[in-house]
């Protein structure tokens, strides 16, 4: 990719719309020469065309269709854009990017269109992790969450941290400069910036785990031993057949996955093979696949046969769990249950009463959830460190009080990383290769 610290010169041509057949299909042109490019390839522009006006006419490749002209400096990347829209055939889209390489554009890298939107200062990096998010969300809540840092939330929750830590820096810096003129300043009163500016970092480190959980999903197992009725639970809460269900014990012989939403959040059901003792190699190896999923999961539904009864060796399964469960006594049409909810997967009963307790506990999980991405919380570690360093340079008696500036910038500059106002070539790099091409 070239060089993202130096604003671009040429022109950069990619699919926006996701490859393959559809009915239309939109190709983005950026950089200096996008007017001149599209006005060589399509016959509709006029001498004198309107911004953000769609003009029809035909593309010299054959087909016909719509471009969008955007002037310089109001353009998502803030360089003249073209849009063109044209029928989705990959032949057609294969035959207009062509037609526009052969007129100077070049293809895009991956995310280069959000890079340009960066570095011409039509938002900021975190803004433009934003974006991807958006464009990955899974649920609801998960596409909320990208929306409001696309809209540049993460700058109102920096705000106040950035102000503190540079308040107690200019304070350390005059006391180094001028301390005969401004006097003794109180030790708590030097120290008071930086602990709100450490509170508020601590704040928003708190909601790592939750976060995660929202914007990957939260893991549910459904475990127990063979036979429960696992699969016809993850049929019935799919509203479908994924799962084979069988009277004979030992059918699923691997970890089955899919996913619900629920509560805006997107949960990954996982149907586990029946946990026992066996001699069979495969299903041994779906055993052991279960126990991992068991491990991995963040909630477990663990089933038992109502018409068999609770036995030590389900006593012994959920109490090995260590997390949050919910003990489900399957087959209560045909028999009762003293433990656990009883319900028919079979027949759909207490599926609303399954539903609201998963609803409750990813409530829970995903309560404290933000819209910050793992680059973000690896920073603000690197900001606590920072702040708590400074804090107890000026309180060590030994240490000259100016040594605490050396932190307080420091907790600055990994600020800094997080909006793009002080970053690497090799960080953004890593950044927009992750996005997607034609973004």
Not at 22 to 43: E, K, Q, T, Y
Request: with cysteine; hydrophobic share 40%.
């Amino acid at each position: 990719m070239p060089d993202p610290l130096s604003r671009h010169t040429d022109t950069i041509v990619a699919l926006m719309t996701p490859p393959g057949k559809s009915a239309v299909a939109l190709i983005r042109l950026s950089g200096p020469n996008a007017h001149r490019i599209a006005a060589s390839v399509f016959d509709g522009i006029p001498v004198e065309p309107e911004w953000r006006h769609a003009y029809y006419g035909s593309f010299v490749h054959g087909d016909d269709g719509l471009v969008t002209l955007f002037a310089d400096g109001r353009s998502y990347t803030g360089e003249p854009v073209a849009e063109l829209s044209t029928h989705g055939s990959m032949v057609s889209v294969r035959g207009l990017i062509e037609a526009c390489l052969a007129q100077g554009a070049r293809q895009a890298e991956p995310g280069e269109f959000t890079m340009r939107a960066w570095m011409n200062g039509e938002m900021d990096l975190a803004q433009a992790e934003g974006v991807r998010e958006v464009i990955e969300s899974g649920s609801e809540r998960h596409l909320r969450e990208g929306g409001r840092l696309l809209s540049g939330g993460f700058r109102e929750v920096l705000a106040p941290i950035t102000e503190e830590t540079t308040r107690a820096l200019t304070t350390v810096e005059a006391l180094t400069d001028f301390s005969e003129e401004i006097g003794e300043i109180p030790l708590a009163d030097r120290i008071a910036p930086i602990q709100r500016a450490l509170e508020a970092v601590h704040k928003l480190r708190q909601t790592e785990s939750a976060t995660r959980a929202l914007q990957h999903g939260v893991r549910v197992a459904l475990a127990g031993r063979p036979n429960a009725g696992k699969s016809s639970l993850l049929n019935a809460l799919l509203r479908q057949d994924r799962a084979i269900v069988t009277p004979i014990p030992g059918t699923t012989r691997d970890t089955i996955s899919e996913t619900i939403e629920i509560g805006g959040v997107a949960v990954h059901l996982t149907d586990t093979a029946g946990i026992r003792e066996s001699e069979d190699l495969v299903e041994r190896f779906g055993i052991e696949r279960s126990r991992a999923a068991l491990d991995d999961a963040d909630l477990v539904l663990y089933l038992f046969d109502a018409a068999l009864g609770w036995s030590e060796e389900d006593e012994s399964l959920v109490a090995s769990l260590g997390k949050p469960h919910l003990l489900l006594a399957n087959k209560s049409d045909l028999a009762n249950a003293e433990t656990g909810l009883a319900i028919s997967a079979s027949e759909g009963e207490g599926l609303d009463l399954i539903l609201e307790w998963l609803g409750n506990q990813v409530e829970s999980i995903t309560e404290e959830a933000s819209f910050l991405v793992p680059r973000h919380y690896a920073s603000l570690a690197e900001v606590e460190d920072s702040l708590q360093d400074a804090i107890a340079t000026i309180q060590d008696p030994r240490v000259p009080d100016d040594l605490s500036a050396v932190h307080l910038r420091g907790a600055l500059r990994h600020l800094g990383e997080i909006s793009g106002e002080s970053t690497t070539p090799d960080m953004v790099d890593l950044i927009f290769s992750q996005f997607c091409i034609g973004k």
